[in-house]
């Protein structure tokens, strides 16, 4: 089983429930939160026990978006990366999974619709 750092992990009843664990940071996307949450998706999306996936966020908010601080921090320190080198490989890592999610279900019926009376 995965351990995740920055995200909880959970399968009950064909329901997957990630939960983006950092609330003191009210769960900003920063630290191993991303590739945590990429990871999971992922393994959610092959997992053909689940059916659903939930996620939520620990603490009094569900995602403030980018770590801000931890931003500024990289910035003064001279380690930051542009941002499109941050947003746009998640982005189409999160779409991936998404579509290799909707590929495993179902095709839908062909079948024409019931005859009216």
Known sequence: MTAYKCLLYEVKDAIATLTLNR??????????????????VLRASADPGVRV???????????SGGDVKAMNEAKESGTACPIGEKVAPLRDR????????????????????????
């Open 23 to 40: 609330p003191d940071r009210l769960n900003a996307l920063g630290d191993t939160l991303r590739d945590d949450l990429h990871d999971a």
């Open 53 to 63: 996936m939930v996620i939520t966020g620990a603490g009094k908010g569900f995602c």
């Open 94 to 117: 999160v779409l991936l999974a998404c579509a290799m999610r909707r590929s495993r279900s179902s095709p839908p019926s062909t079948a024409p619709p019931p005859a009216r009376a």
